[in-house]
């Protein structure tokens, strides 16, 4: 139904990202880049408008108004004082194919715009708020504290509540520079564009283990995707993490099992590494499979 969100599906996405969120420092601090600011400040070619926004979502299985939401994201995104100075350290980033070798054009700059997320994880009861917690870190200095003194102004007002006739819901209010269907937009503001050569992950990767479950359940394939920061270093920013999509819950828990041994050339900007976001693909074909292919050839 188009009134209501479902909180099913986030539930389980909750359930297996957890781990992540718990081992990973939610205030990482970014690595002293002083030499290179001036080089990227320079670097600007143009100006876009960019929006941010609010959401809210259930991760307890239940569900919510979209007028309830509304009225949530609205309440949070008017309690919002952005951090000053506003520092943008994360770019935007393409899609990466982890089996294929790099081709020469991703050593070409591509013009990308900044880019900021956040997504905070709450207890909420008819008194008030608890644990809240950072699940996916925004990576830009103030902005996570900001995010939750915002969460925390809508539940002093008694506007973060759970819906009428429950007593209780667990959720995640987000902040991106991405709309989605139930977020609402907060502000506006002009990002600049900078040439940012891409991050590119390299050819040794190793690839993930195919589930022992899944083979049990006669499952020939299986897909993942992960969209997550590359860090200056090469790195998934596994504090970063979210979940595009995944073929079952086997094999979200192989993917992440071997993405933080997942390495990149990190994202450069006249020389200078910065931080990228990029959507990160992981598939997965059963053993006895190749076999078979191979003996029927």
């Known amino acids: 139904?188009?009134?209501?969100?479902?909180?099913?599906?986030?539930?389980?996405?909750?359930?297996?990202?957890?781990?992540?969120?718990d081992s990973a420092s939610a205030q990482t601090s970014p690595p002293d880049t002083t030499?290179?600011?001036?080089?990227?400040?320079?670097?600007?070619?143009?100006?876009?408008?960019?929006?941010?926004?609010?959401?809210?979502?259930?991760?307890?299985?239940?569900?919510?108004?979209?007028?309830?939401?509304?009225?949530?994201?609205v309440a949070v995104g008017s309690g919002f004082i952005p951090p000053r100075p506003f520092r943008l350290s994360v770019f935007a980033g393409p899609a990466r194919t982890?089996?294929?070798?790099?081709?020469?054009?991703?050593?070409?700059?591509?013009?990308?715009?900044?880019?900021?997320?956040?997504?905070?994880?709450?207890?909420?009861?008819?008194?008030?708020?608890?644990?809240?917690?950072?699940?996916?870190?925004?990576?830009?200095?103030?902005?996570?504290?900001?995010a939750i003194r915002a969460i925390e102004s809508a539940?002093?007002?008694?506007?973060?509540?759970?819906?009428?006739?429950?007593?209780?819901?667990?959720?995640?209010?987000?902040?991106?520079?991405?709309?989605?269907?139930v977020s609402r937009r907060i502000t506006s503001a002009s990002f600049p564009r900078m040439p940012v050569v891409n991050a590119t992950p390299l050819r040794d990767n190793p690839p993930p283990v195919f589930p022992e479950e899944e083979k049990g359940d006669s499952t020939v394939a299986g897909e993942v995707v992960f969209r997550f920061v590359v860090d200056r270093d090469g790195r998934p920013a596994m504090e970063t993490v979210e979940l595009v999509r995944g073929s079952s819950l086997a094999f979200i828990r192989a993917a992440l099992a071997v993405l933080p041994r997942q390495a990149f050339a990190p994202a450069t900007i006249r020389g200078c590494r910065v931080y990228q976001r990029v959507e990160y693909p992981f598939t997965f074909a059963a053993p006895h499979e190749r076999k078979d292919t191979v003996a029927r050839h």
């Open 1 to 21: 139904m188009r009134d209501v969100i479902s909180g099913s599906r986030r539930a389980i996405v909750a359930v297996v990202l957890s781990a992540v969120a």
């Open 35 to 73: 030499k290179c600011d001036s080089i990227v400040a320079s670097a600007r070619a143009d100006l876009v408008d960019v929006g941010l926004f609010t959401s809210i979502l259930r991760i307890d299985g239940g569900d919510i108004a979209f007028a309830d939401a509304e009225k949530i994201a």
């Open 98 to 146: 982890r089996l294929l070798r790099a081709r020469s054009g991703d050593t070409v700059p591509e013009l990308q715009a900044p880019t900021v997320t956040g997504v905070y994880r709450v207890s909420v009861t008819k008194r008030g708020v608890s644990g809240l917690q950072v699940i996916r870190a925004s990576l830009m200095a103030g902005f996570d504290s900001a």
């Open 155 to 181: 539940a002093a007002v008694h506007v973060l509540l759970p819906p009428a006739g429950e007593d209780s819901m667990r959720a995640e209010v987000r902040f991106s520079t991405d709309s989605t269907l």
